[in-house]
């Protein structure tokens, strides 16, 4: 036990040094998964606390990334598409910027639909089932939420401080770096997190106050 905190100690010197081979390498020890979690605690911590003080972000905040980085991605292929078999000409970065803008696509559409609840819900079944094992199914769903996140937090930091210190530039450009795209990743799957515990916290006021557990729903709830 003396020796993981000795590692996370190193982490966060690493981090303190800002190298990125530092952090690399510090974050490639046993004690990464410990600043991982810590990583996510403290962060959907501070997420909730916002969504707490701001609450349109709430309500909007994954939607409008959403929203955003689709149109960006739309526009890119759109205007690229033009330019090549009209104008013969063609963008260097427009095959290799989108798959990361897909990426990140992805994952906070995947925040998204834990707000909503819409992943494999299975509430037919479960709405048969008695509060208990409702409130049970509950849990676990949200518990392995957490820990999903937690293992993409963790790895993700791995792979954008790996990025970072091989100074790895996105295909087609001179100054853009992979890893501004990666350490997105960590982000959304803590905002994932966040969602999570939010969900849990609902489902225990609903349970001492009596209020339907399982409820359908659909991707275009808010």
């Known amino acids: ?29 046993p004690a990464a998964w410990l600043f991982g979690l810590m990583v996510m605690s403290v962060g959907a911590a501070l997420i909730l606390a916002l969504f707490r003080a701001v609450p349109v ?6 939607r ?7 149109l960006a991605i739309a526009a890119i292929i759109f ?7 009209v104008f013969s000409l063609q963008e260097p970065w427009s095959t290799t ?4 803008l897909f990426l990140l696509l992805t994952w906070f559409g995947c925040a998204f639909n834990v707000k909503l609840r819409a992943h494999l819900a299975f509430s037919e079944f479960r709405s048969r ?27 993700t930091l791995r792979l954008a401080a790996n990025s970072a210190s091989n100074f790895q530039i996105l295909l ?10 990666v350490i997105l990743v960590p982000v959304s799957f803590t905002i994932l997190a966040a969602r999570a ?10 349970f001492r106050t009596g209020a339907p557990l399982i409820e359908l729903t659909t991707l275009g709830d808010s």
């Open 79 to 85: 205007v690229e598409v033009i330019r090549r078999f």
């Open 129 to 155: 089932m008695g509060r208990g094992g409702q409130l049970g199914c509950l849990v676990v769903d949200n518990l392995l939420w957490l820990g999903m996140a937690w293992i993409a937090v963790t790895t």
């Open 1 to 29: 036990m003396a020796s993981i905190f000795a590692d996370l100690g190193t982490i966060l010197s690493a981090l303190a040094t800002r190298d990125s081979w530092e952090i690399n390498t510090a974050l490639g020890q």
């Open 97 to 100: 910027l989108p798959p990361y």
């Open 64 to 70: 409008v990334l959403m929203v955003a980085v689709y």
């Open 197 to 206: 515990v939010e969900n849990l916290f609902e489902d225990l006021r609903r």
């Open 57 to 62: 972000l709430d309500r909007h905040l994954e």
């Open 172 to 181: 087609g450009t001179d100054h853009v770096m992979v890893w501004w795209f």
